[in-house]
C-alpha cells in the first residue's frame, strides 16, 4: 500500500521539496521498500491535487538522487539498493532537520560554542553512552 | 510553445484594459493567472479566443494564429454563462456532440454526473453554480488540447471547487495545455505550475510557482540599535523593496537571499532570518502596496 503524502500548497517552502522530503522519509524509515512501485505521476497527482508536472519533477530529482529508479512503460520503482542507499537517504533527510535547526539558532544569535554544548546534551540524552542511564 | 501571447494591447477608448502583455504557456502545463479585477484577465482570454480585436499584439496557438480547425479542440469557460436560458443540460449537450467531432458522449454522461447535474433541467431553473458546471461539462467533454476558463470555480462549493482542480489536473496529465484565472490563491498554488501575475493589462511576475517559492524570501535583520545605513541594498537589483522601522531591516528579495543575507550580516545585526513566502505574499507584494486596499473579491 503506499504511503499517505500531504503537502501544503499554501506554504512557502516549494511543493516538490515538501513531496521529495516525504518520499525520502517515507524510505528512510521503511514505510518505503527497496523494490516497491510508487504510484504514477497522474495517480500521485490526483491523489494530492496538486500539479502533474512538480510530481513528474519530484520523480526526475529522486532519481537523479538515486532513490527511485523509472523504467519506461513499467513505471517508478524504490531503488533495491539495500541499505547502503537507505542510509544516504536516511542522512539526508536528518540533514535538513538539523540545518533548519543550526539556522534556526545563528538567528537567535546563540554563538558556535552555545550551540555545540546545546547538541552535545542532546546527544547525551538520546544517545546515552553504554555505562550511562538515559536522562529524561 | 502551445500558448504564446506577445506585447498584446487592447484599449476600450482611450483606456487600456491590456497594454504590452507577454505570457508563454508550455504543452502539458497549467497557468494560473491571478491579479485584482480590472487588471485585463478577461481581455486578455477574448483576445486570445478571437472575440475581440486587440489592437497590436501577436496571439499563437501551436505556433500559428487563431484559425477555424483550432476551435475543434479548444475549450473556454467565459466568466458569465454563455448558455441558453430555454435549454436544459441534456440539450446543450446535444449540441456540443453535434458541433465537435471530438465529443465523447460517455464522459459526457460521467461528468453530469460528478456534477449531480439534472440534464432535464432548463439553464434558467439553475443556479450560478449549477450553470458554471454545465459549461464545465461541455468545456471538458470534448477533451481538448487547450483550455481557457475564466474563474472556472466561482459559485462553486470547495467539493466542487476541488472537483474542477482534479478535472484540469487530469486533462494536463494527458496533455492539455491550460489557462485560468482565479481569486484563489490556494487553487493556483494547487493545480497551476505556472503563474502569472497582472496588473494594470501588464504580466508583473511570471514563473514557475515552486521557482518562485524558491526565490522569493524576506531577509530580516534586528539590530541592537537604529538600523545603519544600507545604500548598497537599496540599489541591488535582486531586492524588490526594503523596508526600515526603528531597529529591523526587512528586505523583499527577488532572488540569491542566501548572499543578500551575508550582505546583511556584515552590517552585524543581532540576528539575520530568512523567511518564506507563499503565493499570497508574493502576490500582494507583486501587485503592489498601494494596490492593497483595492478590493480582491473572493481572495481567501
Same mark, same amino acid.
Given at each position: ?136 | 510553445?502551445?500558448?504564446?501571447i506577445q506585447h498584446l494591447t487592447k484599449r476600450y477608448g482611450?483606456q487600456a484594459a491590456v497594454s504590452g502583455l ?18 485585463g484577465?478577461t481581455t486578455t482570454f477574448k483576445c486570445l479566443l478571437g472575440f475581440t480585436r486587440p489592437d497590436s499584439g501577436t496571439l499563437l496557438i501551436?505556433?500559428?494564429p487563431l484559425e477555424p480547425?483550432t476551435f ?106 491550460? &489557462?485560468?484565472? +482565479?481569486?484563489? %490563491? ?6 497551476? *505550475?505556472?503563474? !502569472? $501575475?497582472? /496588473? @494594470?493589462g ?39 523593496? &526594503?523596508?526600515? +522601522?526603528?531597529? %529591523? ?6 532572488? *540569491?537571499?542566501? !548572499? $543578500?543575507? /551575508? @550582505? ?37
Open positions: 500500500m503506499t504511503p499517505v503524502f500531504t503537502v501544503d500548497p499554501r506554504s512557502g517552502v516549494p511543493l516538490y521539496l515538501q513531496l521529495i522530503e516525504q518520499v525520502k522519509r517515507a524510505v528512510a524509515l521503511g514505510t518505503l521498500i527497496p523494490g516497491e512501485q510508487l504510484p504514477t505521476v497522474k495517480a500521485l497527482a490526483l491523489d494530492l491535487t496538486i500539479n502533474p508536472n512538480t510530481v513528474a519533477r519530484v520523480y526526475r530529482e529522486l532519481e537523479r538522487d538515486g532513490v527511485i529508479e523509472t523504467s519506461p512503460g513499467r513505471g517508478s520503482f524504490v531503488r533495491p539498493n539495500g541499505e547502503p542507499g537507505a542510509r544516504r537517504t536516511a542522512d539526508d533527510v536528518a540533514e535538513r532537520s538539523f540545518a533548519e535547526a543550526v539556522r534556526e539558532a545563528r538567528a537567535l544569535g546563540l554563538q558556535r560554542p552555545d550551540v555545540e554544548a546545546l547538541i552535545g546534551r542532546l546527544l547525551d540524552r538520546w544517545y546515552p553512552l553504554a555505562d550511562e542511564e538515559p536522562k529524561t | 510553445m502551445m500558448i504564446a482611450s507577454d505570457l508563454e504557456i508550455e504543452r502539458g502545463s497549467i497557468c494560473g493567472l491571478l491579479g485584482p479585477n480590472g487588471s484577465k501551436d505556433g500559428k480547425a475543434e479542440r479548444l475549450s473556454y469557460v467565459p466568466e458569465r454563462s454563455a448558455l441558453y436560458d430555454w435549454m436544459t443540460a441534456a440539450q446543450h449537450v446535444e449540441l456540443q456532440r453535434r458541433s465537435f467531432r471530438r465529443f465523447d458522449a460517455a464522459r459526457a454522461r460521467e461528468l453530469l454526473e460528478i456534477f449531480r447535474l439534472d440534464p432535464n433541467k432548463k439553464t434558467k431553473r439553475l443556479s450560478k453554480g449549477q450553470q458554471t458546471a454545465v459549461a464545465l461539462v461541455l468545456a471538458f467533454s470534448i477533451r481538448p488540447d487547450v483550455l481557457v476558463l475564466d474563474e472556472p470555480a466561482s459559485g462553486l462549493d470547495p467539493i466542487f471547487q476541488r472537483v474542477v482542480m482534479d478535472l484540469m489536473i487530469d486533462a494536463a496529465a494527458n496533455g492539455a495545455t491550460i &489557462l485560468f484565472s +482565479s481569486h484563489q %490563491i490556494t487553487q493556483v498554488e494547487r493545480a497551476a *505550475d505556472h503563474v !502569472a $501575475i497582472l /496588473r @494594470q501588464k504580466v508583473v511576475l511570471d514563473g514557475v510557482v515552486d521557482s518562485l517559492k524558491s526565490d522569493e524570501k524576506i531577509v530580516e535583520a534586528i539590530f541592537d540599535d537604529a538600523v545603519p545605513p544600507v545604500d548598497g541594498l537599496a540599489h541591488d537589483v535582486r531586492v524588490r523593496r &526594503l523596508e526600515r +522601522s526603528g531597529r %529591523i531591516l526587512r528586505a523583499y528579495v527577488r532572488t *540569491d537571499s542566501d !548572499a $543578500i543575507a /551575508r @550582505q546583511v550580516e556584515d552590517l552585524h545585526p543581532r540576528s539575520v532570518s530568512v523567511l518564506d513566502l507563499n503565493l499570497e505574499d508574493i502576490f500582494l507584494g507583486a501587485v503592489g502596496p498601494d494596490n492593497r486596499v483595492e478590493p480582491f473579491g473572493e481572495i481567501r
